[in-house]
């Protein structure tokens, strides 16, 4: 019990503090606006709510009719669609947004700044919150006695066997959280060489890592692959982004001009 705590403390400092913790070191040292940040965390509840959008109008074919699936086939083709969707999505949206915001988004600062909003509020909404809640819920009934309880028999039944999980499921989802967060980072570096390199094929790049690392633990939490595996491939795939990152120079921080936070274009023009 105490070492499954212990765990679950750690994956909520790795869902939620480190994401912020990130904000506030691009902001403290490269002077990174949290506008800038936030224009990630925007795009990614865009895509969030695109695709709320498009699998309601999914649903609606199946139970209309107009699609015919089984209910194993629907599940598939909706897991599909998911990473695909997801992946290309939030690659477009981020690029949109690097191209045409009325900011020069174009720099590697900037890019970092994008990609932590991306990634973090997408830890911070999709395990973060979920698991404090969680957690407290695990708390606050620690040493619940069914007998005695007025909580339904089903919610007492799912305490305990929350109770029994083994700690290596929250370590592995605090190591794909990590992997996951390097992989927006890089992802977002991968689309800033569509402007310095002036060459396209960076955004199929930034797409095809996406839908890999993305398919790959999904397809692999599906089939239930057992967690140590899983530690292992998130770790792998976190050592794999990094190397990205250093052979496309993004951790040349020492040629990151410091001149005071990232403002709009018009503001620069009007002073000039």
């Not at 083994?166 to 570096?189: C, K, N, Q, W, Y």
């Amino acid at each position: 019990m105490v070492l499954l705590i212990i765990v679950i403390v750690v994956a909520l400092l790795i869902s939620i503090v480190l994401p912020i913790a990130a904000g506030f070191w691009l902001n403290k040292k490269f002077g990174v606006a949290w506008r800038v940040i936030s224009y990630g965390a925007l795009g990614y509840l865009i895509v969030q709510t695109l695709l709320v959008l498009l699998f309601n109008g999914f649903t609606t074919l199946v139970e209309k009719g107009t699609l015919v699936f089984s209910a194993q086939d629907s599940k598939i083709v909706q897991i599909v669609l998911s990473v695909f969707l997801g992946g290309l999505l939030g690659v477009l949206i981020r690029w949109i947004g690097m191209k045409f915001l009325n900011e020069k988004l174009d720099t590697l600062e900037a890019a970092y700044g994008i990609g932590v909003g991306y990634g973090g509020v997408e830890s911070i909404l999709m395990v973060g919150l979920p698991l404090l809640s969680t957690f407290i819920m695990m708390l606050n009934n620690m040493n619940i006695d069914p007998s005695m309880t007025s909580l339904d028999p089903a919610i007492v039944t799912q305490i305990e066997e929350i109770w029994q999980v083994s700690a290596l499921i929250p370590l592995a989802g605090s190591l794909e959280r990590i992997a996951a967060f390097v992989m927006h980072l890089t992802v977002t570096i991968l689309l800033l060489q569509t402007f310095s390199r002036k060459n396209l094929i960076w955004l199929a790049a930034a797409f095809g890592l996406e839908l890999i690392e993305n398919g790959l633990i999904v397809g692999l939490a599906e089939i239930g692959l057992q967690q140590g595996w899983l530690i292992l491939i998130s770790f792998s795939m976190m050592l794999g982004n990094i190397y990205i990152l250093y052979r496309v120079g993004a951790f040349n921080f020492h040629e990151i001009q410091r001149e005071g936070p990232i403002r709009p274009t018009k503001e620069i023009i009007r002073e000039n």
